[in-house]
């Protein structure tokens, strides 16, 4: 038996052949209705479009990059992806993923090759900078980058990202606030070259820290580990080393907070009776936890960007291309007043 083109389609789902294209390849121009008609005979012909095809006809690949320092499997990563996807893919688009783009060599490697390929019709970038210059190629061939959590917009044309700088000082001038004198912020070590947005907010922390200190005796110290599986161990061997166990412990993210309450447990160190220890990102587990955090909502930005590409992709006005998010301050069981 032939294999059904799309004129077979066509004429049993009782549309035109552009329709059956669109339903494919454009479905905001299709009704919800006439598309799931032509779905339905499309899967029971077993017809898929040329996705070759139809690039070669609209100039479009059908595809977007996303691009990430770290693994997905981390939990905000994981939220930004799926924010995209509910966007991208229900307007026809996939998604290819590029994981552990960490050093300066790996993002030029990407933008270099990319613009030979051709492949992709939009580039996400989540939580590092790009080189302005690495990515002259892609705006002459007219592939949007948009940003998602990026500590500079120089070098996207859109962009999404939350104020790490402001929010960290916020938290840690709620810690302040409630009268604790040994600030302690452990955090892991920048990566030269990649600018990362996590690093802005020890520049949050030690602002705060700076501006209480010429009103009041605050001893605070910012302990930087290396980056890696065993950053939390590291975090925690360094704590246990000062001479004097801070009253309060601002960490870089829950990831860091999480892990330390439990494993302070062990050594007789609880949370809020001994210290107060905040948060940042109130990512999974927080709220099981208690655990006072600063609030972001990554799968909100992942659907803000994937809204700002697919406009970028179609020629629109974008109207604010860029967008800073104020994270939030969530209290819960961490935290208490200073107590001598």
């Not at 006809?57 to 770290?70: D, F, H, I, P, Y």
């Not at 309450?261 to 210290?275: A, C, F, H, N, Q």
Request: charged residues 25%.
């Amino acid at each position: 038996m032939a294999k059904a083109d799309i004129h077979d389609v066509a004429k049993a789902a009782g549309v035109s052949i552009s329709t059956v294209s669109r339903a494919f390849t454009r479905p905001e121009l299709v009704s919800e209705k006439t598309r799931r008609k032509v779905l339905d005979v499309a899967d029971r012909l077993d017809f898929n479009i040329s996705r070759s095809a139809t690039a070669l006809k609209s100039g479009r690949t059908n595809r977007v990059a996303l691009l990430m320092n770290e693994d997905i499997s981390s939990w905000f990563n994981t939220e930004v992806f799926a924010g995209i996807e509910s966007v991208m893919h229900p307007a026809g688009y996939d998604i290819s993923l590029f994981q552990h783009i960490d050093t300066a060599a790996t993002r030029r490697e990407f933008f270099t090759d990319l613009p030979i390929r051709r492949n992709v019709d939009a580039v996400f970038v989540a939580s590092f900078a790009i080189d302005p210059h690495e990515v002259e190629q892609l705006r002459r061939i007219h592939v949007p980058i948009v940003g998602i959590n990026i500590p500079s917009t120089d070098g996207f044309d859109a962009s999404i990202s939350i104020d790490d700088e402001g929010g960290m000082r916020k938290a840690a001038q709620h810690l302040i606030s409630l009268g604790h004198r040994r600030i302690v912020y452990p955090c892991s070590e920048a990566v030269e070259d990649m600018g990362a947005s996590i690093d802005a907010r020890a520049r949050g922390f030690i602002r705060a820290c700076e501006e209480a200190s010429a009103r009041r005796d605050l001893d605070w110290r910012v302990l930087t580990v290396p980056r890696g599986p065993e950053f939390v161990d590291s975090a925690l061997s360094a704590l246990l080393a000062l001479d004097e166990f801070p009253d309060a412990i601002c960490c870089q993210m829950d990831m860091m907070a999480i892990p330390l309450v439990l494993k302070l447990e062990r050594y007789g160190r609880s949370t809020p009776r001994d210290y107060s220890i905040v948060g940042f990102d109130d990512s999974i587990y927080a709220r099981e936890m208690g655990l006072t955090t600063m609030r972001q909502d990554p799968r909100a930005m992942g659907r803000a960007a994937a809204d700002k590409a697919l406009r970028l992709i179609n020629g629109e006005d974008l109207g604010e291309a860029h967008e800073i998010v104020e994270p939030q301050l969530v209290l819960r069981g961490t935290d208490a007043p200073y107590a001598a």
